[in-house]
T-cell receptor, first 110, second 114 residues
Framework: RKEVEQDPGPFNVPEGATVAFNCTYSNSASQSFFWYRQDCRKEPKLLMSVYSSGNEDGRFTAQLNRASQYISLLIRDSKLSDSATYLCVVNPDSNYQLIWGAGTKLIIKP | DVKVTQSSRYLVKRTGEKVFLECVQD?????MFWYRQDPGLGLRLIYF???????EKGDIPEGYSVSREKKERFSLILESASTNQTSMYLC?????????????FGPGTRLTVT
């Protein structure tokens, strides 16, 4: 089992719809969690950190479920510009290495 | 804004050549990283450096070495390039060792080894 697993997609979603995807992690002692966004042929950029209590940034909501060992990303009122690959990143223990998922590709259609 | 630059966007090398990939960051970050990204595998850490002249092996260091003589510059060296090192190479920097800090990436170098 991979340490961090994501559905590769693609998720094809009409503009304005709500879309959600999950990321599962194998190490129950994982400390911190992030979502990065990577546009086609570009570098990854931090979208948001994921806190235990969940957090929201505009149209984006991230949740952590420690019992089931997954994090989720919800995008409301999706825009064409949301089309990208979303990378789940987990810090598995107290050191400073990160484990990266392979990404979920999202395509927003007009 | 943090800026991380990499010496080349695209590079084509022959098997057995020695390859140098350079990365420079302009924000006085302590930590720097080299990853490779391959389809379906996600980013895999090759080496990282938490300070000048310090280096640590990541998950896939075989066939690579690194150099960090100055804080702003982190170089990745492929001692003898092989076709299985064809990949996208991404450099990143981070302010410090806390895992809460964001990693900032360069634009990547797409290396093809023929």
């Amino acid at each position: 089992r991979k340490e961090v697993e994501q559905d590769p997609g693609p998720f094809n979603v009409p503009e304005g719809a709500t879309v959600a995807f999950n990321c599962t992690y194998s190490n129950s002692a994982s400390q911190s969690f992030f979502w990065y966004r990577q546009d086609c042929r570009k570098e990854p950029k931090l979208l948001m950190s994921v806190y235990s209590s969940g957090n929201e940034d505009g149209r984006f909501t991230a949740q952590l479920n420690r019992a089931s060992q997954y994090i989720s990303l919800l995008i409301r009122d999706s825009k064409l510009s949301d089309s990208a690959t979303y990378l789940c990143v987990v810090n598995p223990d107290s050191n400073y290495q990160l484990i990266w998922g392979a990404g979920t590709k999202l395509i927003i259609k007009p | 804004d943090v800026k991380v630059t990499q010496s080349s966007r695209y590079l084509v090398k022959r098997t057995g050549e020695k390859v140098f990939l350079e990365c420079v960051q302009d924000m006085d970050h302590e930590n720097m990283f080299w990853y490779r990204q391959d389809p379906g595998l996600g980013l895999r850490l090759i080496y990282f450096s938490y300070d000048v002249k310090m280096k640590e092996k990541g998950d896939i260091p075989e066939g690579y070495s690194v150099s960090r003589e100055k804080k702003e510059r982190f170089s990745l060296i492929l001692e003898s390039a092989s076709t299985n090192q064809t990949s996208m190479y991404l450099c990143a920097s981070r302010l410090g060792t806390s895992y809460t800090y964001e990693q900032y990436f360069g634009p990547g170098t797409r290396l093809t080894v023929t």
